[in-house]
C-alpha cells in the first residue's frame, strides 16, 4: 500500500476541557475505544475487545484513504496470496460493526491481527491513553453506558450508526485526513439516556 501525501502525527496528547466535558482529539482513537467497548459488550474479553476495536478503526481509516487517493487499491494477486497464507497461519474472521476483522490465538486468547501479528491490548491502551489523556475514563464510561443501554443485537446491527451520532466534527474530504475535532461527553451520555429500558418503558401507553 502507497500513502501520498500523509501528515506525520506530532504525538503530543489530545487537549481537553473538563469544564465543558469535551476532548479535542481526531476520529480514530474515539473509533477504537467504541469498537473495543462494542466487542466486550457482545461477549469478548476486555483484552480481546481492545485489538478488535484497533482493527475496526484500522479498516476504517484504510477505506477512507483509499477513497480519498491517499492510499492505491492493493492488486488483487496480492490479495489472494495473503488470504493463502492467513489461513495457513490459522487466521480466522470476526464480524465488528460491519468490518470482516482477521483474528487467531494468541498466548493471551483471541486477538486481531495485522498480517500474521496478533495485536497488543496493552499497546492499544497505551494509545488510547496517549490519545485521550485524563478524559479517557470518563469517554470509556459513556460508551460503556450507552453500549449497556441497547439490546446486544441491536447494538451489533446499528454499532457504526450511533458512533456517527458522536464522533467529532471534523472538515470533509483530504482537509478532514487526521484532523482534530470536538468529542462531546455530554452528547455519549445523553444518547445513553434517551435508549435507556426505564425510559423506553415510560414512554409506552398504557393499557
Sequence with gaps: MVKRGQKASTGK?????????????????VLTLWGAVVAE??????ETALTLGKAV????????????GLYSETPEEDKQRRAR????????????????LPVARARGGLRAV???????????????????????????????AL?????KRELAERAFALYEKFRPRIPSGE??????????????RALARKR????TASKRPKR
Design 147 to 151: 453500549a449497556k443501554s441497547i439490546p
Design 114 to 144: 495485522r498480517g500474521h501479528t496478533p495485536e497488543d491490548p496493552a499497546a492499544v491502551e497505551r494509545y488510547l491513553e496517549s490519545k485521550l489523556g485524563a478524559s479517557l475514563p470518563a469517554v470509556r464510561a459513556a460508551m460503556k
Design 175 to 188: 482537509r478532514g485526513w487526521g484532523a482534530k475535532g470536538e468529542l462531546d461527553i455530554a452528547r455519549v
Design 85 to 100: 497464507s492467513r489461513a495457513k497461519a490459522g487466521v480466522t474472521w470476526v464480524e465488528l460493526m460491519g468490518r470482516r
Design 13 to 29: 496528547p489530545a487537549k481537553r476541557s473538563p469544564v465543558s466535558g469535551t476532548v479535542r482529539v481526531n476520529r480514530a482513537p
Design 57 to 68: 478503526a484500522g479498516l476504517n481509516a484504510l477505506a477512507k484513504g483509499r477513497r480519498l
Design 196 to 199: 435507556s429500558p426505564a425510559r
Design 41 to 46: 459488550r457482545l461477549g469478548h474479553d476486555p
